[in-house]
């Protein structure tokens, strides 16, 4: 079964702080899919980036980085230099025959 | 704009009664799907269609039902089945070639609350 845990349920933090948003997950397909998706006030949520299962190499887009580990399962996602617009919902995501999401962590950037 | 368009945004409903979700796509999307989201407990699968006329049941189907009779349209009804269906639904779609592997397309959901 697949399963994919956050186990940060909120995390608050200063504007300009550092902040890591940790992802693990289970799966037993040796071809999968792993996604970070936003979910900001309005409601809808917004694809961020999607690494597949053979490709461990981290990614960085702007303030944004993410770090993909096998050996230990995780998916982590940090976004440097925080700012207010970067409160929302983080949803990590796992695909293999079917789309896992894990609960979410509620960001909160105070200014 | 090419989007994902679900009404209404906010809906109140009585006990015992039927109620429908519209979901509306614009990006000529062959699959879509239907999430329920209760705090704490992320997203879960309600229905999901890979093309006309076809659609398949997810994680937790019971009390609700779809249709899909056009590309574009994926209507979702809430029954009187449904024990416990006050919750955000977000309406989804995707290329199906690219299903489970490529990123979902999410409308801004619509908040159902049961009285």
């Known amino acids: 079964a697949q399963k994919v845990t956050q186990a940060q349920t909120e995390i608050s933090v200063v504007e300009k702080e550092d902040v890591t948003l940790d992802c693990v997950y289970e799966t037993r397909d040796t071809t999968y899919y792993l996604f970070w998706y936003k979910q900001p006030p309005s409601g809808e949520l917004v694809f961020l980036i999607r690494r597949n299962s053979f490709d461990e190499q981290n990614e960085i887009s702007g303030r944004y980085s993410w770090n993909f580990q096998k050996s230990t399962s995780s998916f982590n996602f940090t976004i440097t230099a925080s700012q207010v617009v970067d409160s929302a919902v983080y949803f990590c995501a796992l695909s293999g025959n079917d789309m896992r999401f894990g609960a979410g962590t509620r960001l909160t950037v105070k200014p | 704009d090419g989007g994902i368009t679900q009404s209404p945004k906010y809906l109140f409903r009585k006990e015992g009664q039927n109620v429908t979700l519209s979901c509306e796509q614009n990006l000529n999307h062959d699959a879509m799907y239907w999430y329920r989201q209760d705090p704490g407990q992320g997203l879960r699968l309600i229905y999901y269609?890979?093309?006309?006329?076809?659609?398949q049941k997810g994680d937790i189907a019971e009390g609700y039902s779809v249709s899909r009779e056009k590309k574009e349209s994926f209507p979702l009804t809430v029954t009187s089945a449904q024990k416990n269906p006050t919750a955000f639904y977000l309406c989804?779609?995707?290329?199906?070639?690219?299903?489970?592997?490529?990123?979902?397309?999410f409308g801004e959901g619509s908040r159902l609350t049961v009285l």
């Open positions: 269609s890979q093309i006309v006329n076809d659609f």
């Open positions: 989804a779609s995707s290329i199906v070639t690219s299903m489970n592997t490529g990123e979902l397309f």
